[in-house]
């Protein structure tokens, strides 16, 4: 079983920045992506930004240029910078992890990340 846990959500201004953190309880040699996703309220869960094991990432239209996602693997962390946040980033933001073959899903608790405008 792998657990992951966030930190990092708050209350913040728009146009201000927060960082989320995933601490990861099994190392990233077993990882394969790690993903951060966010559902607001009424409204599906999207991805949000993704790095795989060889260090690729990939970003959702919405954020690409404001977010940055990163690992640092001697951690097993994963963090989300989240920059120039607007209100319509606020959401509940999951940590998501895709763990060996055949795949493994993994989620987080969750962290609320709330952007006033």
């Known amino acids: 079983q792998v657990q992951l846990v966030e930190s990092g959500g708050g209350l913040v201004q728009a146009g201000g920045s927060l960082r989320l953190s995933c601490a990861a309880s099994?190392?990233?040699?077993?990882?394969?992506?790690m993903d951060w996703y966010r559902q607001a309220p009424g409204k599906q869960r999207e991805l949000v930004a993704q790095?795989?094991?060889?260090?690729?990432?990939n970003y959702a239209d919405s954020v690409k240029g404001r977010f940055t996602i990163s690992r640092d693997n001697a951690k097993n962390m994963v963090y989300l910078q989240m920059n120039s946040l607007k209100p319509e980033d606020t959401a509940v933001y999951y940590c998501?992890?895709?763990?060996?073959?055949?795949?493994?899903?993994?989620w987080g608790q969750g962290t609320q990340v709330t952007v006033s405008s």
């Open positions: 790095i795989t094991s060889g260090g690729s990432t």
């Open positions: 998501h992890a895709v763990v060996g073959i055949p795949y493994r899903l993994y």
């Open positions: 099994i190392s990233f040699v077993s990882i394969n992506a």
